[in-house]
């Protein structure tokens, strides 16, 4: 049974930190596309940033390049999501998501999904 399981999220105060993680199981996603993407209250679930399984990496500029670094370990199987200088329009829950070797930003592409850990901003 393949499962992402997501886990960091909380409540951090604007300006804050927080690291997102995301543990594979049950098939290997080395040659997977894996990326994190966010859905805040009504609004549309969002691409935030993905990396390839040659390391390449895309952001979403707009919102996060600068402030958010994506990584993986795969050895471990796990994806990791550095968030810093968090704002309050970070307020989502946040998904791990995987697709086979290639890019995508849209959701309907992914095979793969976590239930998501909320990241709340907020003093």
């Known amino acids: 049974q393949v499962q992402l399981v997501e886990s960091g999220g909380g409540l951090v105060q604007p300006g804050g930190s927080l690291r997102l993680s995301c543990e594979a199981s049950?098939?290997?996603?080395?040659?997977?596309?894996m990326a994190w993407f966010r859905q805040a209250p009504g609004k549309d679930r969002e691409f935030v940033a993905g990396v390839g399984w040659l390391g390449s990496i895309t952001y979403n500029t707009d919102s996060v390049k600068g402030r958010f670094t994506i990584s993986r370990d795969t050895a471990r199987n796990t994806l990791y999501l550095q968030m810093n200088s968090l704002k309050p329009e970070d307020t989502a829950v946040y998904y791990c998501a995987a697709r086979p070797a290639f890019y995508s930003d849209r959701k309907g592409d992914y095979n793969y999904w976590g239930q998501g850990t909320q990241v709340t901003v907020s003093s």
């Open positions: 049950g098939r290997t996603f080395s040659n997977y596309f």
